[in-house]
């Protein structure tokens, strides 16, 4: 009995396995997955060129949010720390003010490391970004209109495009 069980689990496994990856991105996906998000990748790395273009001199390293806010202009950007725990599963968020839509809180766990710190800041400032970029609302209009992913696909899309997003901000080649 116990082996019949057994070997019914590493069926099951092996089954898993075939149909998705060590990424987790289900196998009928995974082409479509990576294709956009290579699109989003190319379409920040020219985003982020642009915006230290207009910083003139060359940039001060190591980046966080300023050049960022001054691209934004029109918008005023708060970040505000807060205390949350060392095993919270969220390290920041942002919202719009309801009464001025054009003064917006970034909101970070300030009980995480500094360059973890700086680097959620301009993670959800990417985030906030998306909400008024009129690229990306037309990658993501497209993304909608024009294929069939689950929901929790696209959100794992949208969130490692901003990771990326971060990441080549933070470090620019």
Known sequence: ?????KNRINRRVISTRQKTYSDGIPRAYRAIYYSLLNELVDYYKKFVKDILSR???SPIFPLDTKYLC???????IRYIGFMGPDNAKIDGFWEADEDDPCNIAIYFNSNRPTTRQRSTKVHETFHFIQ??????QSFFDKLLNQYILPTQLVERLLEKATEKAAAIYLMPN
């Open 1 to 5: 009995m116990q082996n019949t069980l």
């Open 55 to 57: 910083c003139g001199n």
């Open 70 to 76: 001054e691209y934004l202009t029109g918008y005023q």
């Open 131 to 136: 909400s008024i970029d009129p690229g990306f």
